[in-house]
């Protein structure tokens, strides 16, 4: 996956604004935000989208979900956030390496 930005993103080879990572993710702040708080949780593997999630990969995507509460109190989202999750071009994915959106703040218009 070299010329995947996420995992050059992961591997310290692009500079990102992160605010989590470990072994398996990493957290990083969205450089086009969307929201006052916009942020991407991605795993270190790369798994194109939720298209390919294998059964192996649920204990991966399950702490990425249970990571987003705690993420979301960081930033001061105490009153709610949205997740977003864009699987394949005709979902809006444009980078092709699964990423889940936290997004918060004032003024998050309702969908």
């Known amino acids: 996956m070299n010329s995947c930005l996420f995992c050059k ?3 310290g080879e692009i500079p990102s604004d992160q605010v989590y990572q470990d072994k398996e993710i990493v957290v990083f702040k969205d450089i086009s935000p969307k929201a006052e708080v ?6 270190r593997k790369h798994i194109t989208s ?3 999630l294998l059964p192996e990969d649920s ?4 702490k990425m979900v249970l990571l987003l509460p705690k993420l979301a ?4 989202l105490d009153d709610g956030f949205r997740t977003i999750i864009n ?3 005709g ?3 444009e980078v092709f390496h699964l990423h889940i ?7 998050l218009p309702f969908v």
């Open 9 to 11: 993103i992961e591997k």
């Open 38 to 43: 916009h942020l991407l949780v991605v795993p």
């Open 50 to 52: 939720v298209n390919e």
């Open 59 to 62: 204990d991966l995507i399950s």
């Open 73 to 76: 109190k960081q930033q001061g």
């Open 87 to 89: 699987t394949g071009k």
């Open 91 to 93: 979902g809006g994915q």
């Open 101 to 107: 959106h936290l997004l918060g703040g004032d003024h």
